[in-house]
């Protein structure tokens, strides 16, 4: 196991320390608790946000640091890069996966950053070079940019032109937020076929030819008014561990990589309906692989999360993490008719396979593991009944022709048992429904109109013992976290 995904970190960070004298910055926490505009961590260079900026404070010990890399806990399941969807159903986005990252602060910029990232790619990682395309930013009107042809020039020194590829601003101008710092881009994609012509599938969701890394040029800022261009310049370039080591291990996918097979064979432990077999798609079978995979990505985030601090809740990020929950606990429960608890299970596996590497999880185990269990058991009963329910819907939606789950059927799966919508729009498209997602939010304003009026009435002394109940029961319903509080609508 030459490229375990332990070595394939190690070699990355070591090579820019030793070979071109990086600092290695450890990886900030996945919970951005002092950013406000991040829900959680999506990129290695939210810690560096400030030094782009120019705003950090001269005795500060990163005031001095120009060169840095390491390998940062990212989570996309939310804000601008969420990926959440996906998860599962594709075989290369995970929602919390490791970013390999290196970063010059108004240091080098983009020849060497291409030349080492080739470097590293062919020399070190022994990586097939006619595997390999590259991408540059082809200009964008909108932004008022031209074609970054420096970018393409410095590519042409070590790839054929036809493997050197102009891309638009959705693909090739970086952004980490709404606001904050940005630039165009170069990315590098992988051909995982080989002795063909690939570059009509860069960038084209295929699974077989995929993006592994970033060199992002960091120019520029945005903030409410527009771009900004920055006083230096500087590189910030990601690379996803998972997707390299699926390539260096000559795997099809990034779930075929070491680090998911324990998760797996605990999982298929719980499974009814066998072992993974790596398969994508929609039918029975092929969900199955779906779940799998979900799953142990699910174990992994809500993991990580915990351990840096966040918990499963009604608002903000921890409505998020019990979405993912939810979302981990219906696929293993539903598609793979596992047993209720089979979740925290995991926990362990996750905690043994990769705190060696960010050892906060083993002090944090215990505490992951009772929210876990906390949260699952809450959601275990009533998605059972759920899960009945919908089969009930689905067998009266048929009788009467209908093909789209309503506003009112979602949010009474939401209200009572509390099932995120996102959760009944899967299950609606894995049943071929349509899903009313405009007519769910209208009921859940209705709702919060009817509980303002509610509370109106009550200071206005027309309290009835009934209104009281609905109280205590909404009071209720929210500390089991079946009913959201206010601003969790947004998620
Ligand atoms: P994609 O186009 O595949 O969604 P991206 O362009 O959104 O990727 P970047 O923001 O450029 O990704 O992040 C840098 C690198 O991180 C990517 O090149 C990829 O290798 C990896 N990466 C991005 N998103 C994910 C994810 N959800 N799961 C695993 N790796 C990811
Ligand atoms: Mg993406
Ligand atoms: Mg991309
Ligand atoms: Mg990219």
């Known amino acids: 196991d030459k490229w375990s995904t332990t070595n394939v970190r190690n070699t990355f960070v070591e090579y820019f320390k030793a070979k071109h004298n990086h600092v290695n910055q450890v990886s900030s926490p996945v919970v951005p608790l002092l950013d406000p505009t991040l829900l959680f961590a999506n990129a290695g260079m939210n810690q560096f946000k400030p030094i782009f900026l120019g ?8 005031a001095n640091l120009k060169r840095a890399c390491n390998s940062q806990k990212c989570i996309r399941a939310g804000g601008k890069h969420n990926d959440l969807d996906d998860v599962g159903r594709d075989t290369y986005h995970h929602t919390f996966f490791e970013m390999l990252g290196s970063w010059s602060f108004g240091d080098y910029f983009k020849e060497e950053a291409i030349e080492w990232a080739f470097d590293l790619l062919t020399n070190v990682y022994k990586i097939d070079q006619s595997r390999l395309y590259a991408t540059y930013f082809g200009g964008d009107d909108k932004l008022g940019l031209p074609a970054d042809t420096e970018a393409r020039d410095f590519w042409l020194k070590y790839l054929p032109a036809d493997r050197v590829i102009a891309c638009d601003a959705a693909d090739n101008f970086w952004e980490m937020g709404d606001t904050g710092p940005c630039g165009p881009c170069s990315e590098i994609h992988y051909d995982r076929i080989g002795n063909r012509d690939a570059s009509a599938l860069v960038n084209a ?51 075929d990589i070491d680090v998911f097979q324990p998760l797996f064979s605990t999982i298929a432990a719980s499974s009814k309906k066998g072992p993974y077999q790596g398969m994508v798609g929609t039918d029975d079978v092929t969900l199955r692989d779906t779940a799998y995979r979900a799953i142990a990505d699910h174990a992994r985030a809500l993991s990580f999360a915990i351990a840096d601090g966040a918990v499963p809740s009604n608002e903000g990020r921890g409505y998020v993490l019990r979405r993912i929950l939810r979302r981990g606990v219906r696929y293993g429960q539903q598609i793979l008719e596992a047993d209720r608890g089979f979740f925290a299970k995991l926990i362990p596996i996750v905690v043994e396979t990769f705190s060696e590497a960010y050892p906060e999880l083993k002090a944090k185990e215990k505490d992951i593991i009772e929210i876990i269990e906390d949260e699952e058991r809450a959601f275990g009963t009533m998605l059972d009944r759920g899960i009945v329910h919908f089969e009930e819907l689905k067998v009266k939606m048929k009788d009467s022709k209908r093909d789209t789950v309503s506003g009112s059927e979602a949010f009474f799966m939401y209200d009572t048992m509390g099932f995120p919508p996102d959760l009944t729009e899967q299950m609606a498209e894995e049943a071929n429904l349509k899903f009313d997602m405009d007519g769910f939010k209208k009921e859940m304003e209705t709702q919060k109109e009817r509980s ?29 976290g079946i009913l959201p509080t206010d601003d969790s609508s947004k998620y």
Do not use: C
Not at 55 to 62: A, E, H, I, R, T
């Open 55 to 62: 705003q950090v404070d001269p005795s500060s010990p990163l």
């Open 205 to 255: 969701d295929d699974p077989d030819v995929i993006e592994i890394w970033n060199i992002v040029f960091i120019e520029f800022n945005r903030d409410e008014s527009g771009l900004k261009p920055l006083p230096n310049k500087h590189i910030d370039t990601g690379m996803g561990l998972e997707r390299l080591a699926s390539l260096l291990q000559g795997k099809p996918s990034n779930y």
């Open 452 to 480: 303002r009026l509610d509370r109106k009435q009550k200071r206005s002394g027309a309290s009835s013992i009934v209104l009281e109940l609905i109280a205590e029961q909404t009071d209720y319903l929210s500390k089991q």
